[in-house]
């Protein structure tokens, strides 16, 4: 082994001369005397306890009302089209200071209901195109000041023809108010057919 430095040497001959040489030198490195121990760290912060309380508003405002506020419910609560914004707070209690901290946060959003889609009425009542004066009391089903027919909407008349409601007026009329018709579109009777074959005459 090297116990403090050695030196050695290389050459290389070709026929009995010297045509290359090298040394190499090797050191001995001895390691420090350890280190003393430093002094232990202070203790981590854990969580001991974790809860959660919800509230609903009619605002997306964050609200701002402290655990202790009695609006916060422990149990979850229904959503409504008026109270539609969900809300928690969660409280983290930890083992070391601060010893609570709270976070508020948005959970869900009432959805508003969609408009309704376009309908088909029939009438009793054999509509004229173009024609602004007939009552909602004519079709079927029947509508209402909460549910009136709307622009776009479809009426088929007593013949068959087919005709698309383009004015709507509430009041003035039977069954809630009027509504006028465009021009006909089409016939849910189809056209009429060929003649059928004659039959055969009867026996005398």
Avoid: C
Wanted: charged share 20%; aromatic share 6%.
């Amino acid at each position: 082994g090297v116990i403090d430095k050695s030196v050695y040497s290389l050459k290389v001959t070709v026929d009995g001369k010297v045509v290359a040489t090298q040394s190499v030198t090797i050191t001995n490195v001895n390691d420090g005397a350890a280190g003393a121990p430093g002094t232990p760290g202070t203790d981590g912060r854990s969580v001991t306890n974790i809860e959660q309380k919800y509230r609903l508003t009619n605002s997306s405002d964050v609200p701002t009302q402290d655990w202790n506020d009695t609006g916060w419910l422990v149990s979850l609560p229904t959503m409504t089209s008026t109270n539609k914004y969900l809300w928690s707070i969660t409280r983290t209690t930890f083992n070391l200071a601060p010893l609570i901290q709270d976070i508020v946060e948005q959970k869900a959003v009432y959805g508003d209901k969609g408009e309704r889609g376009k309908q088909i009425f029939k009438s009793s009542y054999e509509s004229v195109p173009h024609n602004s004066g007939h009552y909602w009391s004519d079709l079927s089903p029947a509508p209402s000041i909460d549910n009136p027919p709307k622009i776009g909407d479809t009426v088929i008349t007593p013949s068959g023809n087919i005709l698309q409601i383009d004015t709507v007026n509430v009041g003035g009329g039977g069954g809630g108010g009027t509504f006028g018709v465009g021009d006909v579109l089409g016939n849910i009777k189809g056209p009429t057919g060929n003649d059928g074959v004659a039959g055969k005459d009867g026996v005398g």
